[in-house]
């Protein structure tokens, strides 16, 4: 248990300290999480860019190959027609690997990111359980140190009435 069962004036401020913290705390966590949305947000964004890249890179590829045939076909030596169409489909598939390196990297970039605003998820409820269970366990210590206060305050009472009903001046 985070103080002892018995009676301590300075728990209750303890307990507001703690509790300033744990609400800064969720404020943090709060905020974080909203990061983590943002980029999330922001990396699906990335992929999408990324796979019109390589739809654009695969077009383009399919372009080149066209031209170099073309060009292949004025050329009346075989090898430069061979040389020409080999070097068009050798940039083409560079284009294309560079751009599904991209692809997967940003998708490995989202994967990342969710894992982040799930985590800070998960942290963020940790601290809203924690700050619940200070703020019960202060509510219970101020009942507790009301009680204490009336019994105080009912046992000054007793005395009082005690003294005040005792018979004065007369000794047995």
């Known amino acids: ?13 303890s307990l507001d300290l703690i509790l300033e913290v ?23 964004v990335a992929v999408q860019e990324a796979e019109q890249d390589l739809q654009s890179s695969v077009a ?12 292949a076909e004025e050329t009346k030596d075989p090898q430069a027609r061979f040389a020409v169409v080999a070097l068009a489909l050798s940039r ?4 294309i690997r560079r751009a599904e390196d991209d692809v997967n990297g940003a998708h490995d970039d989202v994967e990342v990111a969710q894992s982040t605003k799930k985590q800070a998820g ?7 359980i924690e700050r619940i269970k200070l703020e019960r366990l ?10 204490e206060a009336d019994m105080l305050e009912e046992d000054e009472f007793d ?3 005690t003294v005040m009903c005792q018979p004065r001046g007369r000794s047995a």
């Open 1 to 13: 248990m985070l103080f002892s069962r018995k009676f301590c004036p300075m728990q209750s401020k």
């Open 22 to 44: 744990r609400n800064f705390r969720e404020k943090l966590g709060q905020a974080r999480l909203a990061s983590a949305r943002r980029d999330v947000k922001r990396k699906s």
């Open 60 to 71: 383009n590829h399919y372009k080149s190959v066209e031209k170099s045939l073309r060009a």
């Open 92 to 95: 083409g598939r560079r284009a």
């Open 122 to 128: 998960r942290t963020l409820r940790q601290e809203a």
């Open 138 to 147: 202060k509510d219970k210590l101020e009942i507790k140190e009301r009680r």
């Open 159 to 161: 005395e009082v009435a």
